[in-house]
T-cell receptor
């Protein structure tokens, strides 16, 4: 199994540009989530989804959109990038039908907005 | 608001010593999980402790949970250079992490 796959690994955007960060998992997990990690800030939850067609906001949702049309994919969209969105983005998934299931993380996308 | 808060923020110890880090949380939980992050990589799950458990072991890892104090501790025994990483706790509900403990093992 590939686990959680994030693309691209690196991205540079100019202020105002839009882009989509891709996340796919092949473990049939219902729960998927996006985090951003900034130096000294730990991981902050952006958006999450408990299943196809269902999404909800996390701690820092503003400036980001998500959709969950399939169980496998959970893309994160930046509609108008800002320098404050420069960060490392992690996607994660887990089997939330079991209270004993850990999160599985992708390797991250490093985004720089100039 | 952060559900899990790790303490200390940074910890440096000599190789072979034990490392202890703590986690406090705010609401009732089903389980608490500890993760490790090596520099620049995604988090890797280490150990999970259920709310009805008080202590759990996995290799050199020992986790305790005190639900009355809403706190947990992670003990790494006989530390190695490879244990140098950041460590995070997270609780089950909306899975939110704290800022982590940066552990540095000195040779």
């Amino acid at each position: 199994n590939a686990g959680v796959t994030q693309t691209p690994k690196f991205q540079v955007l100019k202020t105002g540009q839009s882009m989509t960060l891709q996340c796919a998992q092949d473990m049939n997990h219902e729960y998927m989530s996006w985090y951003r990690q900034d130096p000294g800030m730990g991981l902050r939850l952006i958006h999450y989804s408990v299943g196809a067609g269902i999404t909800d906001q996390g701690e820092v949702p503003h400036g980001y959109n998500v959709s969950r049309s399939t169980t496998e994919d959970f893309p994160l969209r930046l509609l108008s990038a800002a320098p404050s969105q420069t960060s490392v983005y992690f996607c994660a998934s887990c089997d939330k039908s079991s209270y004993n299931s850990p999160l599985h993380f992708g390797n991250g996308t490093r985004l720089t907005v100039t | 608001s952060q559900q899990g808060e790790e303490d200390p923020q940074a910890l440096s110890i000599q190789e072979g010593e034990n490392a202890t880090m703590n986690c406090s949380y705010k609401t009732s939980i089903n389980n608490l999980q500890w993760y490790r992050q090596n520099s620049g990589r995604g988090l890797v799950h280490l150990i999970l402790i259920r709310s009805n458990e008080r202590e759990k072991h996995s290799g050199r890892l020992r986790v305790t949970l005190d639900t009355s104090k809403k706190s947990s501790s992670l003990l790494i025994t006989a530390s190695r250079a490879a244990d140098t990483a950041s460590y995070f706790c997270a609780t089950w509900d909306k899975i939110i992490f704290g800022k982590g403990t940066r552990l540095h093992i000195l040779p």
